[in-house]
Nanobody
């Protein structure tokens, strides 16, 4: 099995910063794309940022210039540095990995349990 475990959420004032981490473990053969999604109150889950194994990145327009995604392939870990946080960034943030495991044929989506980020005004 494959597990994704997130950490780093919390409560911060507007303008502040937080850093999220997500470590993948288990029967991993390879990890293609890793990313962060978020779901705010009453909203659909949306992509925040993603990064390929080669380091190519993609960001939602709403976070460009404020958030930075990075990954450590040796540790199967992805990070999200969030600066200049706004109240509208308040959401549950989920880590996602498109992972090929030793157990399941093909590549599948795996999700973390989610971590709450709350930005107060």
């Amino acid at each position: 099995q494959v597990q994704l475990v997130e950490s780093g959420g919390g409560l911060v004032q507007a303008g502040g910063s937080l850093r999220l981490s997500c470590a993948a473990s288990g029967s991993i053969f390879s990890i293609n794309v890793m990313g962060w999604y978020r779901q705010g109150p009453g909203k659909q889950r949306e992509l925040v940022a993603a990064i390929t194994s080669g380091g190519s990145t993609n960001y939602a327009d709403s976070v460009k210039g404020r958030f930075t995604i990075s990954r450590d392939n040796a540790k199967n870990t992805v990070y999200l540095q969030m600066n200049s946080l706004k109240p509208e960034d308040t959401a549950v943030y989920y880590c996602n990995g498109k992972i090929t495991s030793w157990v399941v044929v093909g590549t599948a989506d795996y999700w973390g349990q989610g971590t709450q980020v709350t930005v107060s005004s």
